[in-house]
């Protein structure tokens, strides 16, 4: 797999847009030996075709399919520009990676990207960096952390009549987990906790959090607070996005009516469901045609079908045995790594979750906008 190294970063570049930061990558990937002239025509359409800025400051841009001949070899050149360049619609980019693949190799760096692209700090870590090691650093998300929640944040039937308590409960388990410190605890049960419904109830707080976390306890008797029922807590300790996975599958287990279950099971399962993705609503399976697989290109415009449809649509790629992403998440789908042949197993919930799996195939069928 093609790896980023800090010999691939240039630090100190200035653009007065993006047009001339392609052209002066482009050069840099003829300088490299890493294609031939006139792929620069090939990157500057790209991006009339569809916007390449991801997200936190970071923008791909790479040629169309038809300038795929003129790459010699499959690498990358990365533009630094501390004072950022103007990438449209209102975004700015630090960081511009220039990308020459001949075939698949380059969906690697798109799926290392992803984790980043979601991560809070990661466009003022990028737009204050002065080196490539600092740079290289944070593309490789080595000063982020998974978001912890196992069995070790769990209680389960615990004896207790109020929130407060509960609250301090969760508190306590993320402090002896070390994810927060005393900050959070105080603030978090000085808190209201808001009912979602059918007794879940949820907390949160952001101060004094070290990593990002979630802690669940169940109680050992229902009882009420406020006219509502009371059966569980579910607090956050946010550090980062990487939470919001969990809160979109307890919105799908309340909107299935399927929460009872988490308070019914053990403390691996209740983090299982709440971890993983839903096996619920209509299902289609179709298989990738595109010889170069889904990079950012035939991935936007499967991701553009998908959101003109209400119903939630998720996607797994069964080939590689991955796990369900959100099929409207750009960064999401590019981070499957599918490639050609590849098989796509999506599960669409919602009034119109057969039109959205219809469209997905025709779209998929179609080679999803390249022939």
Known sequence: MLELTTQDILLGKHASNKEEAIKRIATDLVSKGLVADGYERGMLAREQQNSTFLGNGIAIPHGTTDTRDL???????????????DWGDGNTAF????????SGEHLGILKQLTHVLSSDGVEDALKKAESAEQVLAVLKGE??????????????????????????????????AKAVNNAFVADLVAKAPTHIGQGM???SSSKGVNQTA????????????DGHPVKGLLTVAGKGAEYIDALNNVTHLLASNKLVDVFNASAADAVKMLLEARQSGLSATYKIKNAHGLHARPGALLVS????????????????EGKQVNAKSLMKVIALGVKQGHELAFVAE?????????????AISNGLGEG
Do not use: R
């Open 71 to 85: 790459v010699k070899q499959t690498g990358v050149q990365i533009h630094h520009f501390a004072n950022g360049v």
């Open 95 to 102: 960081l511009a990676i220039g990308i020459a693949a001949k």
């Open 143 to 176: 000063n982020q952390q998974p978001l912890l929640f196992d069995e070790s944040c769990v209680t389960l039937h615990f004896p207790v009549t109020e929130l407060t308590s509960m609250s301090a409960v969760c508190a306590g388990k993320l402090k002896n």
């Open 201 to 203: 109830w949820v907390t």
């Open 214 to 225: 979630l802690s669940l306890v169940t109680v050992e008797s229902e009882f009420h607070q």
């Open 305 to 320: 079908v998908a959101k003109t449809f209400d119903s939630q649509i998720w996607v797994t790629n069964v080939t590689a």
């Open 350 to 362: 919602g009034t119109d979750a057969q039109q959205a799996l219809d469209a997905i195939g025709i």
